[in-house]
């Protein structure tokens, strides 16, 4: 096997995939095939995977495997009509009962690529220069939170949550209420809840993204 570091390596599959290589029909080709066809080891090949993945551009589905690009948004009927009918605050009514809960479980599933690309977001969301970079991040960091519960109905309630969050006439309301002092104090949330994660602590990490997502709602009101 070539010794190629992780960082050396990323690049060569980031190239590949802008090139079209590796891939077939958005899917990375099965990993012991791509670590045949650049000759190296799977354990050096999963963390170059992992390392795109907390960058954003690779992501992965229990069962269905790795694929470049962003996770798609989930594009139900019923979901479009509800965008239409629900309130910023209903959102997050729905959000308080389902987050806290997912942080728990994360940290007590959450591996350590998981925690990774977490925190990896988390400051990609902090030194975000507009508005819809951090709107980007922040989504990314919710997002891996959720798959790293490594429970399939959790996320695809997830998910349902998000996309009609997204749809949502009102979306252009969190774009005013993010400051860049509440920015900075969102973020230090994210990183208590990545903290309580890491420590393995679940009351820790339930309380901490409670905390978080009030402070969210609280913005919201003052707009």
């Keep these: 096997m070539n010794d190629?570091?992780?960082?050396?390596?990323?690049?060569?599959?980031?190239?590949g995939f802008s090139n079209g290589d590796f891939v077939k029909?958005?899917?990375?080709?099965?990993?012991?095939?791509?670590?045949?066809?650049?000759?190296?080891?799977?354990?050096?090949?999963?963390?170059?995977?992992?390392?795109?993945?907390?960058?954003?551009?690779?992501?992965?589905?229990q069962g269905q495997g790795t694929f470049v690009g962003t996770p798609p948004t989930p594009r139900l009927r019923k979901l479009e009509g509800l965008a239409t009918k629900t309130s910023p605050f209903e959102i997050m009514?729905?959000?308080?009962?389902?987050?806290?809960?997912?942080?728990?479980?994360?940290?007590?599933?959450?591996?350590?690529?998981?925690?990774d690309a977490m925190r990896?977001?988390?400051?990609k969301a902090a030194s975000a220069t507009t508005q819809a970079d951090y709107e980007k991040w922040d989504s990314a960091f919710h997002q891996k939170l959720a798959e790293s519960v490594k429970n399939t109905l959790f996320l695809a309630v997830f998910e349902a949550v998000n996309a009609v969050r997204r749809e949502a006439a009102w979306a252009r309301l969190r774009e005013s209420s993010?400051?860049?002092?509440l920015i900075e104090e969102l973020s230090t949330q994210h990183?208590?809840?990545?903290?309580?994660?890491e420590q393995r602590d679940p009351k820790r990490a339930?309380?901490?993204?409670?905390?978080?997502?009030?402070?969210?709602e609280h913005a919201l009101k003052q707009t």
């Design 4 to 15: 190629i570091t992780t960082i050396s390596l990323a690049e060569k599959l980031k190239d």
């Design 25 to 61: 029909d958005g899917r990375v080709i099965a990993e012991r095939t791509l670590a045949e066809q650049l000759s190296v080891g799977r354990r050096a090949l999963r963390k170059a995977l992992d390392q795109l993945e907390s960058e954003g551009l690779i992501w992965r589905r």
């Design 93 to 115: 009514e729905v959000r308080q009962e389902i987050e806290p809960p997912m942080a728990r479980f994360a940290a007590l599933r959450a591996s350590q690529a998981d925690i």
């Design 120 to 123: 990896n977001m988390i400051e």
């Design 178 to 181: 993010h400051s860049d002092t």
């Design 191 to 197: 990183r208590d809840i990545v903290d309580a994660i």
């Design 206 to 216: 339930e309380a901490a993204m409670r905390r978080h997502l009030s402070e969210v």
